[in-house]
């Protein structure tokens, strides 16, 4: 078959004003573009006679590039890879828990290692601490007028639908606890592309002194928070661990001392414990301890409809609100328990009360993936799905229908027979609930009131579990602009 004629030249000789190497491992010469009266691109030039005499070296922030060891010192000031100065609200391990070395075990083999008996050992530890436990949620699969338009677009294909599903939901139990409403902010953990906080934002429509902080720990593609041009909106993005985050360090919360709603979509494994952990110690503990209250309290006079501050006082209950909680609300949507640490883990306490420990542990979140993992197409299925799945990579790569499950061993019974399919779904769906039970007691311990619930049905996301919690006593907030 004869070439094509904008096929670059791949043997005989390089393409003029390219690269004059000749990469043999590809079998072609280098495609880069020279500077003026050079034959080598930078990263080749050691190869070209009259730069023979320095040698380029692996640099040592990111080995997938090179550097002139004569400039070495110089790169390393402005190499992209080198660590950047730390912001105020960055805390090594603020929230990462207290680390216990007897708890932590050296070496734990995999489930598919596990001896018949073992395994039965720990389905029975299971289900003993799990007696009591409702393991039928309430169904609280919601929707939202905000993202009518969006959820009927015949453009949509099925991934894009199944977000819009999810977020729909979740922003219409956000409106059911009567969190969505004006002068606070809300703090989108794992926000990714910012979905759930654009989607929030649309639903405010005008309403007043409304702040988001977007926390994400890697670079994002296509983000949506940048859209955003509405004068009564700020939107912030942190690109931090959340391991790390001190909101109380944040200029604009430290400032305005506006009321938190901690919210996520998906918020993966350890994750989840992390951003508890930032919201109900280090930034609602912290608060308690200055004694911190919002510029104003404000409520609205029935006959003016004007606001009007009010001080709380002892002794004068009248007309005056309730202890205010710097943490208004959590609404967050669980997934991948096969990622959770026990270091991290919030519930470790609850897990202690039972008898159980880090050992226990491991093993039950190594088998939470049992709840999506079993119902994974076949291999002939997930093949003939594998072209789809490239398309649809640009719209939210966000979801973990299979738990993120990716470990056959893991995922397979130990012996033939021994476990079917059904039992070991419902096995992991009992590690899962017993990790989130130790969420909630861990919440309640910590003041507030906190529930689990399906938010969207499991043909739309295996991983349909939303978290929630209140603050208990508290002044609810306002659901008017």
Not at 33 to 52: D, L, M, T, Y
Not at 161 to 171: D, V
Not at 453 to 459: K, V
Request: glycine share 6%; hydrophobic share 35%.
């Amino acid at each position: 078959m004869a070439a094509s004629a904008s096929a670059p030249h791949t043997t005989d000789f390089p393409v003029e004003g390219r690269c004059s190497y000749y990469v043999e491992k590809k079998k072609r010469f280098c495609r880069m573009v020279v500077a003026a009266g050079k034959r080598f691109c930078g990263e080749h030039a050691g190869a070209a006679e009259e730069e023979n005499a320095r040698k380029r070296i692996l640099c040592p922030l990111d080995p997938k590039h090179t550097v002139y060891e004569d400039q070495l010192s110089k790169h390393l000031k402005k190499c992209n890879s080198r660590e950047k100065p730390k912001p105020d609200f960055f805390i090594q391990d603020i929230n990462a828990g207290l680390k216990d070395e007897t708890e932590i075990p050296e070496q734990l083999v995999p489930i598919s290692s596990l001896s018949e008996e073992h395994l039965e050992k720990l389905i029975k530890k299971l289900q003993k601490a799990s007696e009591g436990l409702n393991s039928t949620l309430k169904d609280q699969i919601m929707s939202h007028p905000a993202l009518h338009d969006a959820l009927n677009d015949p453009k949509n294909g099925d991934s894009a639908t199944k977000h819009l599903k999810q977020q729909a939901s979740i922003l219409g139990n956000i409106e059911k606890l009567k969190l969505l409403g004006p002068r606070r902010c809300f703090v989108e953990f794992g926000a990714g592309k910012g979905k759930l906080s654009h989607w929030v934002d649309i639903a405010l429509k005008d309403a007043e002194k409304v702040h988001f902080i977007l926390v994400e720990k890697v670079t994002t593609r296509f983000k949506v928070d940048g859209k955003h041009r509405k004068k009564n909106s700020v939107f912030e993005r942190l690109q931090i661990d959340i391991q790390h985050l001190c909101l109380n360090k944040i200029p604009l919360l430290s400032k305005e001392k506006l009321p938190v709603v901690g919210i996520g979509k998906h918020l993966c494994g350890v994750a989840t414990d992390l951003a508890l952990r930032c919201l109900v110690e280090t930034y609602a503990a912290s608060c308690e301890e200055r004694n911190e209250e919002p510029l104003a309290k404000r409520i609205k006079n029935d006959k003016t409809g004007k606001e009007i501050k009010t001080v709380a006082k002892k002794g004068n209950e009248k007309n005056v609100p309730e202890k205010w909680s710097p943490v208004a609300g959590i609404v967050i949507a669980l997934c991948c328990h096969h990622r959770c640490d026990w270091r991290h883990y919030v519930g470790k306490e609850y897990f202690r009360a039972l008898g159980l420990g880090a050992v226990e542990f491991h093993y039950f979140q190594r088998m939470s993936s049992w709840a999506t993992c079993g119902m994974r197409k076949t291999s002939l299925e997930a093949s003939s799905l594998s072209t789809k799945r490239k398309d649809e990579q640009n719209d939210d790569s966000e979801e973990h229908d299979d738990g993120g499950c990716r470990i056959t061993d893991e995922s397979s019974a130990s012996e033939p027979g021994f476990l079917t399919v059904e039992e070991k779904k419902k096995i992991g769906h009992l590690c899962k609930l017993l990790i989130d039970q130790g969420r909630v007691e861990y919440l309640q311990q910590k003041g507030f009131s906190p529930a689990l619930q399906y938010y969207t049905d499991p043909l739309v996301s295996l991983e349909n579990v939303l978290l929630t919690a209140l603050p208990n006593h508290s002044s609810s907030p306002e659901t008017t602009a």
